[in-house]
C-alpha cells in the first residue's frame, strides 16, 4: 500500500516556509524523498536510515519517525527553484513503494 | 556518466501490437525496477529485480513481463498492450533498495491506442 503524503498541493511565495509529510501503515527500514520537475526524471534529495534521524540538504531538511512511521521534508525559505512534485519513497520489508506525491509551486 | 538509458523516449501504438521498453544501467547496479506514473497516483512499481535472473512483481504487474538476463538491462515488455497503459514509464536502478538512491531514466511516455 502506498504511503500518503499530505498536503497534495502547497502553493508559496518565495521566502516562506512548507512541510509535507508522510505516512505508513507499515513498519520502516527507511524513507527516501525525491523531487521531480515537470516532464523530467524524479531527482533524488535524501535517504533517511533511522528513527529519529535528522537530515538536511541546503535548506531542505528532513526527519523520521520510525515509531510513528512517518517522515516530514521541511523546506525553509523557499526559492522558485523548489517547485514542482515531491514524493516519498518507504522501504518496507518487502519493497520499496512510492506516494502518490506532493505539488509545490514557488511563486514571486 | 553514471545514467540510466531508456529507449524510446516517446511511443504511440495501437492495441495488441507487442512492444518493448528498453532499459540500461552503467553503474553495476543489483537493483533495477519499473514504475508507471499517472496523475494524481504518483510511481506505481510495475516489476523489480534484486539481480540477474532474480525478478518479482510491484504493486501494478499485470500486462506487462520483464527479464534480468544481464545486470545491466532490464527490458519491460507489453505484449498485448491496452489503453489502459497508456502512461509516462520510468526504470529506475541502485546499488541498494533502500540505503542507496534510486537513479531514474528520463522516461517513457507510452500511448496506446
Known amino acids: 500500500q502506498q504511503p500518503v503524503q499530505s498536503p497534495q498541493a502547497v502553493i508559496l511565495r518565495e521566502g516562506e516556509d512548507a512541510v509535507i509529510n508522510c505516512s505508513s501503515s507499515?513498519?520502516?527500514?527507511?524513507v527516501h524523498w525525491y523531487r521531480q520537475k515537470h516532464g523530467e526524471a524524479p531527482v533524488f534529495l535524501m535517504i533517511l536510515l533511522k528513527g529519529g534521524e535528522q537530515k538536511g540538504h541546503d535548506k531542505i531538511s528532513a526527519s523520521f519517525n520510525e515509531k510513528k512511521q512517518q517522515s516530514s521534508l521541511y523546506l525553509t525559505a523557499s526559492q522558485l527553484s523548489y517547485s514542482g512534485t515531491y514524493f516519498c519513497g518507504t522501504e518496507t520489508p518487502d519493497k520499496l513503494i512510492f506516494g502518490t506525491g506532493t505539488r509545490l509551486q514557488v511563486f514571486p | 556518466e553514471a545514467q540510466v538509458t531508456q529507449n524510446p523516449r516517446y511511443l504511440i501504438t495501437v492495441t495488441g501490437k507487442k512492444l518493448t521498453v528498453t532499459c540500461s544501467q552503467n553503474m553495476n547496479h543489483e537493483y533495477m525496477s519499473w514504475y508507471r506514473q499517472d496523475p494524481g497516483l504518483g510511481l506505481r512499481q510495475i516489476y523489480y529485480s534484486m539481480n540477474v535472473e532474480v525478478t518479482d512483481k510491484g504493486d501494478v504487474p499485470e500486462g506487462y513481463k520483464v527479464s534480468r538476463k544481464e545486470k545491466r538491462n532490464f527490458p519491460l515488455i507489453l505484449e498485448s498492450p491496452s489503453p489502459n497503459q497508456t502512461s509516462l514509464y520510468f526504470c529506475?536502478?541502485?546499488?541498494?533498495?533502500?540505503?542507496?538512491?534510486?537513479?531514474f531514466g528520463d522516461g517513457t511516455r507510452l500511448s496506446i491506442l
Open positions: 529506475a536502478s541502485s546499488s541498494n533498495r533502500g540505503r542507496q538512491p534510486q537513479h
Open positions: 507499515k513498519a520502516l527500514y527507511s
